[in-house]
């Protein structure tokens, strides 16, 4: 079936920029997503990508797509501290109404 | 200008004793889900609603039940809480299923 992995944890220093990695199985998925959760609340969408493309950057954030490798990345320019939060990223399955999300990244900043 | 609104935001009840956990939306999206999710862990999709048919997941225990009797409420009955449905409960929509999710803030169950 589909699975989404993710590294658990990654630590940056503020100003760095910050890259979490994804790995997915559904090579037919049609949308991919990545989630932000900050501690006690629901996810908000940060940014998608559809599978014909190979990236897409929208302000600090960069989204890069490897669809050869089902490989999938999320890129945060200059990292502050309000950026520390769990990064979820998730694919949904082509034609159906399921999204699957990985186990999610937790994302520390230091000062 | 809460598009996904879940209700109680924090909600403690007793080992079997049922519970209701509400959602409601303001965004008129066909879709509306339930998830489950555990300290740490993805979150678990348990249903789904496309209008008004039902989808439960195959893995989704009995013990879960789900009514949504118009567009914009949508309410999760657990009906013999135990130990193991400790969680946060997370609703949310989308207009057809395909595009982006929206999630409410979510109600962290409690059972003593």
């Known amino acids: 079936g589909e699975d989404v992995e993710q590294s658990l944890f990654l630590s940056v220093r503020e100003g760095d920029s910050s890259v979490i990695n994804c790995t997915y199985t559904d090579s037919s998925s049609t949308y991919l997503y990545w989630y932000k959760q900050e501690p006690g609340a629901g996810l908000q969408l940060l940014t998608y990508?559809?599978?014909?493309?190979d990236m897409k950057q929208d302000q600090r954030l960069t989204v890069l797509l490897n669809k050869k490798d089902k490989h999938l990345s999320l890129r945060i320019a200059d990292t502050q501290t309000g950026d520390s939060a769990i990064y979820f990223c998730?694919?949904?399955?082509?034609?159906?109404?399921?999204?699957?999300f990985g186990a999610g990244t937790r994302l520390f900043v230091k000062a | 200008d809460a598009m996904v609104i879940q209700n109680p935001r924090y909600q403690v009840t007793q080992f079997g004793k049922p519970v209701t956990l509400s959602c409601s939306q303001t965004?008129?999206?066909?879709?509306m889900y339930w998830y489950q999710q555990k300290s740490s862990q993805a979150p678990k999709l348990l249903f789904h609603?496309?209008?008004?048919?039902?989808?439960n997941e195959a893995d989704t225990p009995d013990n879960f039940q789900s009514r949504r009797p118009n567009t914009s409420f949508c309410f999760l009955d657990i009906r013999s809480p135990g130990l193991g449905d400790a969680a946060m409960y997370l609703c949310?929509?989308?207009?057809?299923?395909?595009?982006?999710?929206?999630f409410g803030p979510g109600t962290r169950l409690t059972v003593l």
């Open positions: 990508i559809f599978s014909n493309m």
């Open positions: 965004l008129n999206h066909n879709v």
């Open positions: 949310a929509t989308s207009r057809d299923g395909r595009e982006e999710q929206f």
């Open positions: 609603y496309y209008d008004k048919d039902f989808n």
């Open positions: 998730a694919e949904t399955e082509t034609g159906g109404f399921k999204t699957i």
